[in-house]
């Protein structure tokens, strides 16, 4: 549909429609996650095949990975079903290699950086969404920034260097907080120039979800850091 052609009242129906997909996603593939996640940490054979073997562990990592890169650069040649299978995979395989924080965090903690997380998500979601002000500037740095931090965290992976951790700690929450913000307006601006039909408004709704679940993800990790109770 090319709300273009609509008047303003269709055109905001239209809008907040497609947004309602993208959260509705994000919202169903984290629920995945976090239900995988604790299925795998409560199960003693399913934890051993998964986070006892290294190999397998690296496998699941990065096959995440490039599933995410998969379904960003084919998705103008994926149909909206694919993309959408795609994306509940990847929420799956996520849950796979989140469980083992359960194993290193307390319940409590993962629970209270839960809604710690939530809360900041959602004050920047908001943010992204109601500012008249161009993120776009934003978007530029927050990408470059987002590089070297990767970065760093691969090197520091080797350096097991204390300060290197905490400085990629702060600095990644930074760029995942002004993410959610730019990601959201950036989903907006979609909404509002529409789709043509009901398959492309379905495959920009999981990339639009898979963009703000990477961001509350991340963020999630992130400050799970830095309020985490480890386990004794």
């Not at 993410?179 to 009901?198: H, P, R, V, W």
């Amino acid at each position: 549909m090319n709300t273009t052609s609509y008047n303003p009242a269709e055109v905001k129906l239209a809008q907040s429609t497609f947004i309602s997909k993208v959260y509705a996603w994000m919202s169903i593939a984290l629920l995945i996650t976090a239900v995988v996640a604790a299925f795998v940490a409560s199960s003693e054979e399913a934890t051993q095949i998964i986070l006892g073997n290294r190999i397998v562990f690296y496998v699941l990592l990065f096959g995440e990975l490039g599933l995410v890169w998969f379904i960003s650069s084919s998705l103008d040649r994926l149909s909206a079903m694919t993309a959408t299978l795609l994306f509940v995979l990847y929420s799956v395989l996520n849950g796979l290699t989140l469980s083992v924080i359960f194993l290193v965090y307390t319940s409590s903690s993962i629970g209270t950086t839960f809604f710690v997380t939530a809360g900041t998500f959602g004050v920047m979601s908001l943010y992204g969404y109601t500012t008249k002000r161009d993120l776009t500037s934003w978007g530029n740095l927050l990408v470059m920034a987002l590089i070297g931090f990767v970065i760093a965290s691969i090197v520091n992976l080797f350096l097991q260097n204390t300060v290197i951790y905490w400085i990629c700690t702060y600095i990644g929450i930074l760029i995942f907080v002004g993410l959610t913000a730019y990601d959201t307006q950036k989903i907006k601006e979609m909404g509002a120039a529409g789709f043509d039909t009901s398959d492309r408004m379905q495959k920009g709704a999981i990339m639009g979800a898979l963009a703000l679940y990477l961001d509350f993800i991340n963020l999630f990790l992130l400050l799970l850091r830095l309020f985490g109770g480890r386990r004794n």
